[in-house]
């Protein structure tokens, strides 16, 4: 049987169970107001999120100038959703902001084929974050670390004051490690706080700890402290997906083709960095989307690539033993479903709603997921028709 029955005849047998699918044919072609009734069932939409959704779930003056300082306006960007993703036996309709041509439709292609072989499989870790204290001038390290060290306990309790809710959530800071750094000007002790941020991105709940920490450490110590802040290097937060796209499917020259398009990734930054950024097309568009912190995900990102080796791509692809495509991805992804803006943006709050993730960690690997997808289709369109075909095709509309 071939494998477009296949999958046919299991979307057949999910509408006779009536599960939701993210599978919905032919929706790019389908009307706005179609469209809208598709999401308001797949999503359980009410009247009043569709009303939003059709008057641009706009930002009132009022929201906006309390985000931000000296408000004069707003911009908008276009938030369409991505179809078909099937991740650890899950559909998803993903809600994606971008201003680029095609990057929706290569999102949805990607996960459309990946679905002949069970869509995607994601996994993260806990949602750990770090943040770091400046001691500078020292002059006994040996003496300081251990005054630090032996007060490890009270810091620890006196960061997570700051967040009872928090803590009662099985969240907060769990560890505390130090580093020495002999830089150009002194040497220099680093403080690493380890803090369990749940379902929130983590920046302001870190801050605040650190800030409170720190003139302790410093009366500890007897030593200046300069910077207390986040980092947006989130090794210990990472999210991981994978998908196999069939032989059958793709065909074997294509496969070939990808797999030498890779390589070319993985030896040539040049190319390196285009690769990655086909990546954050889709991570990026999701994050824009949900109203998460998407410059701390791409500083993280690129970050990760070149931490330990050289440059390198976040994903991987290899031939499993039938000759199928393995496509794999590997990166911090520090997302919130709760903080930020993420509840305050009408759109924000919506396109979480739609998506329907239920945590931090499943909004990471439904990330994770979108990257592959996205860096799958770009080399897809690469070694076979252009990326000028789907592009100029979607582009020629807007002229
Ligand atoms: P936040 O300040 O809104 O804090 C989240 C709060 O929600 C916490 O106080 C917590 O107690 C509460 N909470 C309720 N339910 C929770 C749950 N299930 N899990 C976790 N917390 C829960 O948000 P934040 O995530 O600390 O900060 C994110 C914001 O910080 C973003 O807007 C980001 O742009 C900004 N920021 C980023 C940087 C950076 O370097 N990346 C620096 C500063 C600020």
Redesign the pocket.
């Known amino acids: 049987m071939h494998f477009f029955q296949t999958e046919n005849i299991l979307f057949q047998k999910m509408a006779f169970f009536n599960k939701k699918t993210s599978k919905i044919s032919f929706f790019y072609k389908k009307t706005y107001q179609e469209k809208l009734e598709e999401l308001k069932n797949f999503a359980n939409l009410t009247e009043q999120d569709i009303f939003e959704l059709k008057n641009l779930a706009q930002l009132s003056f009022g929201t906006a100038d309390k985000m931000v300082e000296n408000v004069i306006s707003t911009i908008q960007i276009p938030l369409g959703i991505a179809t078909n993703f099937l991740i650890n036996k899950k559909n998803y309709l993903v809600p994606m902001a971008t201003e680029e041509p095609s990057v929706i439709a290569a999102a949805s292609n990607g996960a459309k084929l990946a679905r002949f072989s069970g869509g995607f499989t994601a996994t993260s870790t806990q949602p750990i974050m770090i943040g770091q204290i400046q001691i500078i001038n020292i002059k006994n390290i040996k003496e300081i670390k251990s005054k630090i060290l032996q007060n490890k306990n009270f810091l620890l309790k006196l960061a997570n004051k700051q967040?009872i809710?928090?803590q009662k959530?099985g969240?907060g800071a769990i560890n505390l490690k130090l580093k020495t750094l002999k830089t150009n000007r002194c040497n220099m002790l680093i403080v690493n706080l380890f803090v369990n941020?749940?379902?929130?991105?983590?920046?302001?709940?870190?801050?605040t700890m650190l800030e409170k920490i720190a003139p302790e450490i410093e009366k500890i110590t007897n030593h200046k402290i300069l910077l207390k802040?986040?980092s947006?290097l989130s090794i210990y937060r990472m999210a991981k997906a994978k998908a196999v796209w069939k032989k059958e499917i793709l065909g074997q020259d294509t496969i070939e083709n990808i797999l030498d398009a890779y390589e070319f990734a993985k030896i040539d930054i040049f190319r390196t960095v285009t690769h990655n950024k086909g990546i954050m097309n889709g991570i990026d568009a999701v994050a824009l989307a949900t109203g998460n912190?998407f410059?701390?995900i791409e500083a993280g990102a690129h970050g990760y690539a070149c931490y330990k080796k050289k440059y390198a791509p976040l994903t991987h692809y290899y031939k499993n033993k039938n000759q199928d495509l393995v496509g794999k991805i590997y990166l911090p992804i520090p997302v919130?479903t709760?903080?930020?803006?993420t509840n305050i943006h009408p759109s924000a709050k919506l396109s979480l709603k739609i998506l329907g993730a239920k945590s931090?960690c499943e909004l990471s690997q439904i990330m994770a997921s979108v990257g592959l997808a996205q860096n799958f289709a770009a080399l897809k369109a690469l070694v076979t028709d252009g990326i000028q075909k789907g592009h100029m095709t979607l582009h020629k509309r807007k002229l």
Request: proline letters at 0%.
């Open positions: 967040d809710f928090l959530l969240g941020v749940k379902d929130a991105m983590g920046a302001n709940i870190i801050n802040i986040i947006n912190d410059r701390a919130g709760i903080g930020g803006i931090a």
